[in-house]
């Protein structure tokens, strides 16, 4: 297995090198340092800024100097927060990120995959039809409006009608987690779990209920699918109980299409959702990439596109090693 | 094989009035109505009729795999096995009988194997369900199963998954797992038929030794005469979801009651002899759809005696004194089927 990973690794390599050219090609269409200057800059003000990211040398050269550094994240300094590099703002924004992205994609990965069994196991009964309804109106409303729904109702109102309990703030972010100064020197662990549900429970539940609606429809076609094979009366028949049989039977059979579908919104733990970072103002990945290219900020745009792509990259491997390890069909050769 | 019909030992099951019906788009269509047969121990019961005549139905409503919300049985449907009756069962006991006690071979070895799991820990399963050995004890079983069906190699077999083992293999697999808990009754439905010709006679082979070490009665289902002149001791030859004929393997083949019986037995290609260069005789029309029965009998339509009574009521499973049982208001005697065979 390991000589299959570093194979589809070495043959990644040059996708990954053609896209960082593409990327920094596309780049420099229009002249990043106008870009960010405006239309009147100083001549010294242009030259400084060429300098910093060595756009006054041929684009070879910049191209190999730039693949070079990768491996070390070393992108430059931020040109809007002068003093910061890109990799320490890279490196701030993932936690925040991740603080609410693996929570959403296990609990609506879970949450899903158990009513779709439910779902499948009593199809075409009112139970599933109820559900199926629901699903596809939860689909169909619009991201904003489970925010700005999330947002009065879970924040606003309760704070307003002054509730003893009003757990959500209405957006922003602070640590939950990590190393913290303490004073007179040295640094202190800290845990807070309701700084988290502060901050990111209600961008949680906004995720999980967005993400249902599709999950619980795709996964429960794939169910259905299964409950008509042979093996499930096979299993019947040698008297396993109908909990086995969704959960141990139906279940690693139905992680083969599920595996697919979790590993392709693998990326979005990283990247975050920029939806959500944006709407609950939260540091994460996604919000501060969207700032970037807003502020013109050349050498965050060419950092964070070229991590984003080496996640997405290195999510695919995974996913094939992951089919592997669920469907014993599956060689990896 | 013992060809006589064991009728005197007490039948280990013995299935009453058992009527199946299912929910459908177009309304109830009852699949078998009033199936009534008893089977002995350590007996080979075929039942054998053409696609959509109730076998397999049959022989799930036995072990009540049917899915519950779209199915219905008859009220006065019985399934005696052990002195209870499985129709009136909670599901509790079912899981208790099925694979125990009652185990079961499919048609497909190809998919009724889960494609996931190795063939050790499927096996082991039903161990798991149904006894109280721990697990190398259990392990040490599944072995001994495998080789018990002659796979070879079972030490290294536990550990493959099913899509490593050709289709003979699998099926062997299938009947190791069914008889791993040594049940009483050995439901087969169709084993053979996705099997090729040597395969099959090697799995039916197996299956009557296995039968004779075992004392398993077994209840095989086949729309294959020929599965049944090999291995059976007694015949239930179904029609549009009734028992028309029940006799013993000898009588079936030599003297059949029903002309449905007669007319399948002519249908069999046979090498040589005078039909040499003839057509193969074929039953003229088409199973009644279950929405529109016939009033009376309900091969009537297809049947060369039919006459008007029979068109009008139809008949009752009548036992004879020798313990036959036929469905026919004018059942063929001797000589009246060496006339029909003069005239064709």
Redesign the interface.
Known sequence: MWAYVLRKLLYNIPVYFGIILLMMAALRVNDPVNNYLGKHPTPEQRLALEKDMGLDQPFIVQYVMFIAHIPLLDFGDSWKYEGTTVRERLIRAVPPSLSFTVPTLLAAAMISIVVSLVSAYYRG?PVDKTLMILAVLGMSVSYLVYIILGQFFGAFWPREAQWSLAPFAISGYEPWIGMKDVEGGGSAFFFSPTTWVTYCLLPVIVGVIVAMGYDTRFYRAVMVEECT???I?????????KRKIMFV?ML??A?IPIVTRVMTTLPFLITGSILLEMFFNIPGMGKTLITAINDNDFPMIQGFVAVFAAVMILTIILTDVIYAL????VRLS | MNASTNSTAAPVLSVRNLTTSFRTDMGIVTAIDGVSFDLAAGETLGIVGESGCGKTVTSKSI?R?LPE?LTIYGPDSKVMFEGSDLMKANERTM??????KI??I?Q?PM????????IGWQLE??LK??TDLNRSERRERAIEMLRLVEIPNPEHRVRE?P?QLSGGMRQRV?IA?ALCCEPSILIADEPTTALDVTIQAQILDLMASLKKKLNTAIMLITHDLGVIAQVCDRVLVMYAGRVIEDASVHDIFYRPQHPYTQALLESIPRSGGKERGKRLPTIEGMVPSLHELPSGCRFSERCRYCEDRCVQEEPDLLRAEDGRRVRCHFPLSADRTAAARGET
């Open positions: 009964r094979k042979d093996y009366i096979t299993a019947l028949a040698k008297g396993a109980t039977h690693k059979n992680l669920v469907d014993p069909r | 072990m795999l919300h899981r208790r009988v099925r694979g125990d185990a079961m499919f497909e998919t009724s194997l889960n494609p996931v799991f190795r399963e039903a369900y149904h998954y899509h299938m797992i």
